[in-house]
């Protein structure tokens, strides 16, 4: 079956960065896309950005502008969300998942089972 | 902010019916896609474009769309149903974005 499986749980420092991972299976990583969102504590969800799998483009929301960066592997189907300068307000679970876009229409299936990042000094 | 607005809670009672809307000017251009989260879990996508149901969605779940407004209707509604949903679409730069999102309790 279409799987997303992410990377464990993080605890960083504020200032630092960290790199999430986003495994897929079940399907060709290539043909579609994968879109990071966050959701912080008790909060709703946030869209954060998508990759191409298949070229590598990318477009994120402008308000990580300069502070994301989202890759892809697609010899192991992983895409990565990389976030540096991390502040308290970064405290979040992050999600990857599986994009399908077209004109008129975008929706995210399978979800990743998320991820803690927690910024604390 | 959100461009999509929705209303932050509604009740049904059991086996009722229950509309939850989604408002934005975008939406007079692009579909909505539904979203379903409980707590501690990621969300589950319940509906997308103009009335589909991913395969293990039941058929109580249907959307429609007028105007401004998307609307996600729950048929029957079951006590697994309570839950958050959120619904998608674009903002003004054609990126995605999500609802506010609506708390629905069953009773």
């Known amino acids: 079956q279409v799987q997303l499986v992410q990377s464990g749980a993080e605890v960083k420092k504020p200032g630092a960065s960290v790199k999430v991972s986003c495994k897929a299976s079940?399907?060709?990583?290539?043909?579609?896309?994968i879109s990071w969102v966050r959701q912080a504590p008790g909060q709703g969800l946030e869209w954060m950005g998508w990759?191409?799998?298949?070229?590598?483009?990318?477009n994120y929301a402008q308000k990580l502008q300069g502070r994301v960066t989202m890759t892809t592997d697609t010899s192991t189907s992983t895409a990565y969300m990389e976030l540096r300068s991390l502040r308290s307000d970064d405290t979040a679970v992050y999600y990857c998942?599986?994009?399908?876009?077209?004109?008129?229409?975008?929706?995210?299936?399978?979800w990743g089972q998320g991820t803690l990042v927690t910024v604390s000094s | 902010s959100s461009e999509l607005t929705q209303d932050p809670a509604v009740s049904v009672a059991l086996g009722q019916t229950v509309r939850i809307t989604c408002q934005g000017d975008?939406?007079?251009?692009?579909?909505a896609s539904w979203y379903q989260q409980k707590p501690g879990q990621a969300p589950v996508l319940v509906i997308y474009?103009?009335?589909n149901r991913p395969s293990g969605i039941p058929d109580r779940f249907s959307g429609s769309s007028s105007g401004n407004t998307a609307s996600l209707t729950i048929t029957g509604a079951q006590a697994e149903d309570e839950a958050d949903y959120y619904c998608?679409?674009?903002?003004?730069?054609?990126?995605?974005?999500f609802g506010t999102g609506t708390k629905v309790t069953v009773l």
């Open positions: 998608n679409s674009r903002d003004s730069s054609g990126n995605p974005v």
């Open positions: 474009g103009k009335n």
């Open positions: 998942a599986r994009l399908v876009r077209d004109m008129v229409l975008n929706w995210f299936d399978p």
């Open positions: 975008s939406l007079r251009s692009y579909y």
């Open positions: 079940g399907y060709t990583f290539t043909s579609y896309g």
């Open positions: 990759i191409s799998a298949y070229n590598g483009n990318t």
